[in-house]
C-alpha cells in the first residue's frame, strides 16, 4: 500500500518573509492572504522559523498580561519588543520533506504540537507547507477509490487473498468486511491492513457461518 505523500497534499505556492520583515507588513501579508502564519527564509531560501497570528498578538495583549499576572505569565520580552520577523519568530521551524507519507507528517505535527509543516527539498529549501487541514484531505477519497485498493492492495497483493474471498462495502469511509478468511489470514491483521488504508474512517469484520462445519463461524 502506498499512502499519499506530503506531495500530494502540500500548499506550493507559499507567501514567505525574511528576518528584517517589519511587524506591520507580516500583519499586512496575513490578512492579505488570509493565512494564519508565515515562514521566514534566510538569502538561500530556507527556512529558519515561523512567525503566527500568536506572535503578533503578543504586542497587544502582553504588557497586559506582564501587568496583571508578573513575568511569569506573560511572554519573553523579546516577543513583545519585537519589531521584526527576527524577533517574532518561532526558531527552528518544523520541517518535513515532500516524499514523506501523510501519516509520517500527522505523526511529527502531533509529536511536535505544531499545525503546519514546513515543507523542503534536499537542499533544505522551501518548496512548500502542509497543515492539518491539507492532511484530512485523504478523507475525501471516495468510497469507490478505498473498495479498490483494499481489495487489490490489502486482500489480493498483501494478504494472497482471492478478490471474491471478502466481500468489502464502503460508506463514508467507514468498511464492513464479511466472508471466510483462509487459516493463514487472521481478522486483526485484516483489520489493521485496511484501517492503514488512506481515508479509512472504522473497519468491521463479519464472519459468515462456515457449512463445512454445520454453520459454525470461523472468523
Not at 102 to 130: S, T
Request: with cysteine; net charge negative.
Amino acid at each position: 500500500m502506498n499512502h499519499q505523500t506530503v506531495r500530494d497534499v502540500m500548499s506550493s505556492a507559499v507567501v514567505r518573509v525574511q528576518a528584517g520583515t517589519p511587524f506591520k507588513e507580516i500583519a499586512h501579508l496575513l490578512l492579505e492572504y488570509d493565512i494564519t502564519a508565515v515562514p521566514v527564509v534566510d538569502a538561500a531560501d530556507r527556512p529558519v522559523g515561523v512567525v503566527s497570528e500568536a506572535d503578533l498578538l503578543h504586542k497587544m495583549w502582553g504588557r497586559q498580561e506582564a501587568a496583571v499576572t508578573g513575568a511569569g505569565g506573560a511572554p519573553p520580552p523579546a516577543k513583545m519588543s519585537a519589531v521584526d520577523a527576527a524577533g517574532l519568530m518561532t526558531s527552528p521551524p518544523v520541517c518535513a520533506y515532500e516524499d514523506w507519507s501523510v501519516v509520517d507528517a500527522a505523526r511529527v505535527m502531533a509529536r511536535h504540537g505544531v499545525k503546519r509543516l514546513l515543507v523542503v527539498d534536499e537542499e533544505q529549501r522551501l518548496i512548500g507547507v502542509v497543515s492539518r487541514s491539507d492532511l484530512l484531505r485523504i478523507f475525501l477519497r471516495t468510497d469507490q477509490a478505498i473498495r479498490t485498493e483494499i481489495v487489490e492492495e490489502v486482500l489480493v497483493k498483501t494478504l494472497g487473498e482471492a478478490p471474491s474471498a471478502v466481500q468489502v462495502d464502503v460508506t463514508n469511509g467507514q468498511v464492513v468486511l464479511s466472508g471466510r478468511l483462509s487459516p493463514g489470514v487472521s481478522v486483526a491483521e485484516l483489520e489493521e491492513l485496511c484501517g492503514a488504508v488512506d481515508g479509512v474512517v472504522a473497519v468491521e469484520f463479519r464472519p459468515v457461518p462456515d457449512p463445512e462445519t454445520d454453520g459454525e463461524v470461523r472468523p
